[in-house]
């Protein structure tokens, strides 16, 4: 490495701290400046990407053009803070010059966010961002009236609007300091144990590690704020044993993708989509993780049931039983999880914002992680890891959700989201059934390539008006909404954490996407379930007889729809038998329900499930 680039990687650690400072400090005392803590994030955020891709060997002309954007995005946030107390007042009138640097400052927004995920967001922002200066050329309902492009800097760049709205202000005091909590968690090797203890808990399983690899990933991915990073994180230690216990290559590693992507759907952070989601619908957090849970607890028993009834069909030669115990100081780690988890519920339930709660799980973990693993406080490379870890992944959602800001803000000033979800509604005709197909294919395209928080907010902000016109229920629609996102990570032709596990596996990306969605299919279903069978979402108003009633048919049909996806061999006869009772569990009335009910446990007790000590889950 040469001088240069270990300067910069000094700097960039320094950056890094800056960010976790301010972090730790807004949780605890809250925001000092909406503007500076907002603008101030993003040009930290920015430094911190541009100086890491700096001291990245690339192409000659890199350095050139990072310097550029780092000049851009510089400039844009100085302009913004020379006029930031007139913007606030809302009395500030952009000149020539203001216009041309809030232009550089969305430009470099845009080329940092490709930079961090990738071109497709960075398309998405770049062609809402052409879409309102010249939409107005545009055909049919996608024409808008016309905007001045002081009206279109305005919102964008020098408001609360656009860039530094409603998301970014989230994220920068809500979400980062359970990113730090994340990162930490790695520092103290927890989520080694967790996948060990996954090892452990499924060991007497015939799938084995391919059921162990669903429990780490659907423990570590509450708190990962990406499906991505979560199949990099566990894969590489529960895919090669996937592929030694006997599974396809491909096999093992749609189960990474499909068991990491629903960590975002699982309480008690969900990725940090349930704070988002509290903001966004003004429903409170716990109300929002109340309601996810028996849905994610859904989700993840339709993959056992897929693993285990893929596993029966396998010629898997029999092995010992890994013989797993754990010292007190692993117990203890796993106890350190657990209570800081708990720390933060309990801390929100006292009445505590979401940032204080995160507060309290951070001091928790590392207070009792440290006292466990004192051996950690002099890992200097450790400590590293998780500054430079922390700093890169916040930097990158700060960026991100600046790109959501482009898209909202020209959105909302366009109104083409309401346009789209008229449209939608008349296509449909107000048939429900029609208008959530639409709005579940929908929801596909405009997810894939995107991470869950930016792909929830787009979805939600063009999709979810047409739901609510259809009178189905705010939390019911954006967990909706929310699904489909998540799940456009596994799904062909664009399924990011499917093609991060296949490198990993040895396999193809597009088999392991396929066979990850195949995997998940009963994830596809639960969205339309908790339509029909609204009682599913806890805490949203119904009674509890009614709730258990909605998670039996659910419960019953997310298992026929898993053995359906890997029919027992000679019994293939079955598939349509079980799609058509999975159907009628969801779709129709109690009465029609309650007899298919009595059908599906007659149709498992024919099918012999075999419930025994080697497939104790069927």
């Known amino acids: 490495m040469t001088k240069p680039q270990v300067y910069l990687r000094h700097v960039v650690t320094g950056l890094s701290l800056a960010i976790i400072g301010i972090v730790l400090y807004v949780s605890v005392f809250g925001v000092f400046s909406d503007s500076y803590l907002r603008v101030g994030m993003l040009l930290l955020a920015g430094l911190v990407i541009i100086l890491t891709a700096l001291g990245t060997p690339g192409r000659r002309i890199d350095p050139v053009l990072l310097v550029g954007i780092a000049v851009a995005l510089s400039l844009g946030v100085f302009q913004y803070f020379r006029a930031a107390e007139e913007i606030e007042t809302g009395l500030y009138f952009l000149s020539s010059y203001d216009i041309w640097m809030g232009l550089l400052g969305l430009m470099a927004v845009i080329e940092m966010t490709r930079r961090s995920v990738g071109l497709v967001m960075a398309l998405v922002a770049g062609t809402v961002l052409v879409y309102g200066a010249f939409g107005h050329l545009a055909p049919g309902f996608l024409r808008h009236a016309g905007l001045s492009v002081d009206e279109l800097m305005t919102v964008l760049w020098f408001s609360f609007d656009g860039v530094f709205g409603r998301p970014m202000a989230t994220v920068v005091s809500t979400i980062l300091i359970f990113i730090l909590f994340g990162a930490l968690l790695e520092l103290l090797a927890i989520d080694v144990v967790l996948v060990r203890l996954a090892m452990a808990l499924t060991g007497r399983m015939r799938a084995g590690p391919a059921a162990a690899a669903t429990v780490a990933s659907g423990l570590f991915g509450t708190i990962s704020g990406s499906a991505v990073a979560n199949v990099v994180g566990t894969g590489v230690i529960t895919i090669p044993l996937i592929k030694k216990r006997g599974f396809s290559p491909r096999f093992a590693g749609a189960v990474e993708a499909a068991a990491s992507s629903g960590g975002q ?67 203890a780690q796993m106890g350190v999880f657990v209570l800081s988890l708990a720390g933060i519920v309990t801390t929100m339930v006292g009445g505590s914002s979401a940032a204080y709660a995160g507060f309290v799980g951070v001091l928790l973990a590392a207070v009792l992680g440290f006292a466990i693993r004192p051996d950690l406080l002099r890992d200097g490379a450790g400590w590293l890891k998780f500054i430079r870890s922390a700093g890169m992944i916040s930097a990158q959602l700060v960026v991100i959700v600046g790109a959501v800001g482009i898209v909202i803000g020209v959105l909302n000033l366009t109104g083409v989201g309401l346009r789209f979800a008229s449209l939608l509604s008349s296509l449909a005709d107000d048939q429900l059934l029609l208008s959530l197909v639409l709005m579940a294919f929908a929801c596909l395209l405009l997810g894939m ?16 008006t047409s739901l609510q016109k259809l009178g189905v229920p705010i939390v019911h629609t954006h967990m909706f909404v929310l699904y489909f996102g998540v799940l456009s990570a596994i799904t062909p032709p664009v399924a990011l954490a499917a093609f991060a596990a296949a490198p990993i596996a040895g ?24 339509i029909y069978q609204p009682a599913l979402l806890l805490g949203t108003g119904y009674d509890w007889g009614d709730s258990a009633q909605s998670v039996l048919f659910v419960l019953l049909a997310t298992i026929l729809i898993s053995r359906a996806c890997y029919p027992r061999r000679g019994k293939g006869y079955m598939v349509p038998v079980g799609l058509g009772l999975a159907v009628a569990l969801i779709f129709f009335g109690p009465v029609v329900s309650w007899i298919a009910a009595l059908a599906a446990a007659g149709l498992m007790y024919v099918d012999r499930l075999d419930i025994n000590e080697k497939q104790p889950i069927s």
């Open 265 to 331: 759907i699982t309480p008690p952070i969900m990725g940090a989509v349930a704070f988002i989601m509290a903001d966004v619908t003004n429903v409170p957090y716990l109300t929002i993780c109340a309601a996810a849970a028996v849905p994610a607890l859904l989700y993840y028993s339709g993959l056992f049931v897929a693993i285990s009834s893929a596993a029966r069909n396998m010629d898997l030669a029999d092995e010992p039983r890994p013989d797993i115990s754990f010292n007190w100081r692993e117990m």
């Open 507 to 530: 396999a193809g990306p597009m088999s392991t996407a396929l066979e990850a969605s195949r995997l998940a299919l009963p994830g596809f279903v639960i969205p339309f379930a908790f």
């Open 449 to 464: 390539g995107m991470p869950t928080v930016p792909a929830y907010l787009i979805i939600v902000l063009v999709m979810g």
